[in-house]
């Protein structure tokens, strides 16, 4: 009776979760990982939380608690880094209940715990994220992307004329940003727990703004200076790792600092052979047979195998090596720009342009078309029985063939989503 009790609980929350945009099909090691971040009286708290963000006043109403409850309970689900904690100029509170990644899986590996198993809970994160691939290949393989790369900076000085938006640089993410604040790499923490890490730096995860400000209140992260943020950028470049931000122009709460064979990302395309888990540059590497002598340096940097060396004859028939870019699997990062020490490969502009959505509300609407999840956005205050009502029968017409290829037209979401955009926020 005990256990049906518990895992009703976490039942609960798991279908909220999986209300999200990204979603987090529900699963043993999904409970187990939410068994172990939460207790079971949590886990029905969070799972009557709005997935817009929330005020205090707000939250009670939805748990039929009182004001001074209510605050004290929301202050420690953000103190375990379970929900964002935002402070207004004016003093108020708005809290906001992250999706599972990126969100509170990754925070919960920040920093060293003393009060969580983390040793258990990388093993129950690799079997949930790396073994089982409902909730990955929802979470990656989707129209509109979760993440998008980042250019090397360092390489775009190869070629001079290359046109490069302020969004598109990692280093006027970190100039333009209200509030730093750098925590241990999620990936990396659960890899070493299972004995599989690389020596990539692991003190070098980013975040910004609010989620910063959140993190950095609460001991999950430790605040930065520009000044500091830049350097470990630079740190990030000498161990060719990419960096990977949400999929927005403005407002980005995080960028990654992602090894090939350690990031969830990096990791699907490989697993599934596909660009369609993450957003790439607007670039692409071009090598110069000329200089290329097949030193394999560039194949052994790119971080998802977008490189191979292959034999060529040559006209006095000597077999020699070099080096062939597969595009469709290229990130147009330009980590292999700077492995290669003979200048053979340079920098590109791809031949279409790669679309950012404009901030989190766009990209989260975006989603939530096409992945049929619209009416939970609509209709969010679960506490309401008419909004579960309408959300059902709103979710029901979505599912009905003709209608999801209308809202997934690119008529439709040009034409309504500065709407929907407006009443989301």
Do not use: W
């Not at 999986?18 to 409970?31: R, T």
């Not at 990955?136 to 998008?148: A, Q, S």
């Not at 980042?150 to 209200?178: G, P």
């Not at 008529?411 to 009443?423: E, F, G, I, P």
């Amino acid at each position: 009776m005990a256990h049906r009790s518990i895992k009703s609980g976490f039942q609960q929350l798991s279908e909220r979760l999986n209300q999200f945009p990204q979603g987090a099909p529900p699963s043993d090691y999904l409970f187990k990982i939410l068994s172990v971040l939460m207790n079971e009286k949590e886990a029905r708290v969070m799972s009557a939380l709005p997935i817009k963000p929330f005020s205090i006043q707000t939250a009670s109403a939805a748990l039929r608690m009182s004001r001074e409850d209510t605050e004290k309970i929301l202050t420690e689900l953000a103190s375990r880094a379970l929900l964002i904690d935002i402070e207004g100029t004016d003093g108020d509170r708005t809290f906001v209940l992250p999706p599972p990644m990126a969100g509170f899986f990754e925070f919960s590996l920040m920093r060293i715990r003393a009060d969580l198993d983390q040793k258990l809970l990388s093993e129950l994160f690799y079997q949930y994220l790396n073994v089982e691939e409902d909730f990955v290949r929802d979470l990656f393989v989707t129209e509109t992307k979760l993440g998008r790369i980042f250019v090397n900076e360092q390489a775009l000085s190869t070629v001079n004329n290359l046109h490069i938006l302020d969004y598109e640089r990692t280093s006027n993410v970190i100039k333009q940003a209200s509030s730093i604040g750098i925590g241990m790499c999620y990936c990396r923490h659960k890899m070493r727990h299972l004995g599989k890490a690389c020596n990539a730096p692991m003190d070098i995860c980013m975040t910004f703004g609010t989620t910063a400000s959140s993190l950095i209140k609460y001991g999950h992260a430790r605040e930065v200076s520009v000044s500091e943020c830049m350097s470990l950028l630079e740190k990030a470049y000498d161990h060719n790792l990419v960096q990977i931000g949400e999929n927005e122009q403005e407002g980005l709460p995080f960028i990654c600092n992602c090894c090939g064979c350690c990031c969830e990302a990096l990791l699907a395309i490989k697993r599934f052979g596909t660009l369609n888990s993450i957003n790439t540059t607007n670039f692409l590497p071009e090598i110069s047979n000329d200089k290329c002598n097949g030193c394999g340096k560039c194949v052994l940097a790119c971080p998802v195998g977008a490189i191979k060396l292959v034999t060529q004859e040559t006209g006095n028939h000597k077999v020699i090596k070099r080096a062939v870019i597969d595009e469709e699997v290229c990130l147009g990062c330009g980590v292999c720009v700077r492995a290669c020490n003979r200048g053979s490969i340079t920098l590109k502009h791809r031949n279409k342009r790669v679309i950012t959505p404009i901030n989190s509300v766009h990209r989260i609407v975006l989603m939530s078309i096409e992945q049929g999840k619209l009416q939970n956005l609509i209709f969010d205050n679960q506490a309401h029985y008419s909004h579960r009502a309408m959300a059902a029968i709103l979710g029901a017409i979505l599912k009905m063939p003709p209608t999801k290829q209308i809202m997934a037209s690119e008529q439709m979401k040009s034409k309504y989503l500065l709407a929907l955009v407006k009443n989301y926020k």
